[in-house]
Nanobody
Framework: QVQLVESGGGLVQAGGSLRLSCAASGLPFTTLSMGWFRQTPGKEREFVAAITWSGDNTYYADSVRGRFTISRGDTRNTVFLQMDSLQPEDTAVYYC???????????????????????WGQGTQVTVIS
Protein backbone atom coordinates (compact mmCIF):
# COMPACT_ATOMS: atom_id res chain seq x y z
CA GLN A 1 0.00 0.00 0.00
CA VAL A 2 1.40 3.34 -1.07
CA GLN A 3 1.41 5.98 1.65
CA LEU A 4 2.60 9.57 1.65
CA VAL A 5 2.28 11.26 5.04
CA GLU A 6 2.91 14.98 5.39
CA SER A 7 3.67 16.83 8.59
CA GLY A 8 4.99 20.20 9.70
CA GLY A 9 2.20 22.55 8.70
CA GLY A 10 0.92 25.24 11.02
CA LEU A 11 0.31 28.90 11.64
CA VAL A 12 3.12 31.40 11.14
CA GLN A 13 3.50 35.14 10.80
CA ALA A 14 4.56 36.71 7.53
CA GLY A 15 8.31 36.55 7.13
CA GLY A 16 8.55 33.39 9.17
CA SER A 17 9.55 29.85 8.25
CA LEU A 18 8.13 26.35 8.30
CA ARG A 19 9.56 22.99 7.32
CA LEU A 20 7.26 20.38 5.83
CA SER A 21 8.12 16.69 5.81
CA CYS A 22 6.75 13.82 3.76
CA ALA A 23 7.40 10.18 4.64
CA ALA A 24 6.78 7.72 1.80
CA SER A 25 6.25 3.97 1.88
CA GLY A 26 4.90 1.18 -0.30
CA LEU A 27 6.98 1.88 -3.42
CA PRO A 28 10.68 2.09 -4.24
CA PHE A 29 10.67 5.80 -3.47
CA THR A 30 14.43 5.82 -3.36
CA THR A 31 14.26 5.62 -7.16
CA LEU A 32 11.37 8.00 -7.67
CA SER A 33 11.10 11.74 -7.94
CA MET A 34 8.95 13.48 -5.34
CA GLY A 35 7.21 16.80 -5.25
CA TRP A 36 5.02 19.31 -3.44
CA PHE A 37 1.82 20.94 -4.61
CA ARG A 38 -0.55 23.32 -2.85
CA GLN A 39 -4.21 24.20 -3.09
CA THR A 40 -6.49 26.92 -1.80
CA PRO A 41 -10.32 26.74 -1.77
CA GLY A 42 -11.82 27.25 -5.22
CA LYS A 43 -8.49 27.01 -7.03
CA GLU A 44 -6.65 24.32 -8.91
CA ARG A 45 -3.90 22.42 -7.14
CA GLU A 46 -0.65 24.04 -8.21
CA PHE A 47 2.91 22.86 -8.48
CA VAL A 48 5.36 24.13 -5.85
CA ALA A 49 8.59 22.14 -6.07
CA ALA A 50 10.02 18.77 -7.11
CA ILE A 51 13.23 16.80 -6.76
CA THR A 52 14.62 13.87 -8.72
CA TRP A 53 15.37 10.54 -7.07
CA SER A 54 19.07 11.32 -6.85
CA GLY A 55 18.50 14.80 -5.49
CA ASP A 56 20.68 16.22 -8.23
CA ASN A 57 17.90 18.18 -9.91
CA THR A 58 15.29 20.42 -8.33
CA TYR A 59 12.41 22.39 -9.82
CA TYR A 60 10.46 25.32 -8.39
CA ALA A 61 7.44 27.37 -9.25
CA ASP A 62 8.38 30.98 -9.99
CA SER A 63 6.30 32.12 -7.01
CA VAL A 64 8.48 30.25 -4.50
CA ARG A 65 11.92 30.17 -6.13
CA GLY A 66 14.50 31.67 -3.81
CA ARG A 67 12.28 31.25 -0.73
CA PHE A 68 11.53 27.52 -0.66
CA THR A 69 14.01 24.65 -0.75
CA ILE A 70 13.16 21.02 -1.48
CA SER A 71 15.47 18.25 -0.32
CA ARG A 72 15.52 14.52 0.36
CA GLY A 73 16.45 12.72 3.52
CA ASP A 74 19.40 10.38 3.76
CA THR A 75 17.17 7.35 3.18
CA ARG A 76 15.61 9.07 0.12
CA ASN A 77 12.08 8.02 1.04
CA THR A 78 11.57 11.29 2.89
CA VAL A 79 11.28 14.68 1.27
CA PHE A 80 11.34 18.09 2.95
CA LEU A 81 10.16 21.53 1.96
CA GLN A 82 11.89 24.34 3.80
CA MET A 83 9.75 27.45 3.44
CA ASP A 84 11.31 30.79 4.34
CA SER A 85 10.08 34.37 4.01
CA LEU A 86 6.51 33.09 4.04
CA GLN A 87 3.79 35.43 2.85
CA PRO A 88 -0.01 35.35 3.29
CA GLU A 89 -0.36 34.23 -0.33
CA ASP A 90 1.49 31.03 0.59
CA THR A 91 -1.47 30.01 2.72
CA ALA A 92 -2.77 26.69 1.37
CA VAL A 93 -3.03 22.99 1.96
CA TYR A 94 0.29 21.49 0.91
CA TYR A 95 0.39 18.03 -0.64
CA CYS A 96 3.27 15.64 -1.12
CA UNK A 97 3.22 13.72 -4.41
CA UNK A 98 5.08 11.01 -6.28
CA UNK A 99 4.85 9.56 -9.79
CA UNK A 100 4.30 5.90 -10.53
CA UNK A 101 7.48 4.04 -11.57
CA UNK A 102 6.16 3.90 -15.15
CA UNK A 103 5.96 7.68 -15.55
CA UNK A 104 8.59 9.51 -17.61
CA UNK A 105 11.46 11.29 -15.94
CA UNK A 106 10.98 14.81 -14.65
CA UNK A 107 11.74 17.64 -17.01
CA UNK A 108 11.09 21.38 -16.94
CA UNK A 109 8.23 20.83 -19.37
CA UNK A 110 6.33 18.14 -17.46
CA UNK A 111 7.10 18.73 -13.79
CA UNK A 112 4.05 20.91 -13.14
CA UNK A 113 1.62 18.59 -14.92
CA UNK A 114 -0.84 16.98 -12.52
CA UNK A 115 -1.06 13.93 -14.79
CA UNK A 116 2.54 13.01 -13.98
CA UNK A 117 1.86 12.65 -10.26
CA UNK A 118 -0.02 9.49 -9.30
CA UNK A 119 0.27 9.29 -5.53
CA TRP A 120 -0.77 11.97 -3.05
CA GLY A 121 -0.66 12.55 0.66
CA GLN A 122 -3.59 13.79 2.71
CA GLY A 123 -2.24 17.33 2.88
CA THR A 124 -1.08 19.64 5.65
CA GLN A 125 -2.42 23.14 6.26
CA VAL A 126 -0.06 26.11 6.14
CA THR A 127 -1.50 29.45 7.27
CA VAL A 128 0.51 32.66 7.06
CA ILE A 129 -0.88 35.71 8.82
CA SER A 130 0.20 39.29 8.24
Amino acid sequence: QVQLVESGGGLVQAGGSLRLSCAASGLPFTTLSMGWFRQTPGKEREFVAAITWSGDNTYYADSVRGRFTISRGDTRNTVFLQMDSLQPEDTAVYYCAAPAPTEPALTFSNVASRSLWDYWGQGTQVTVIS
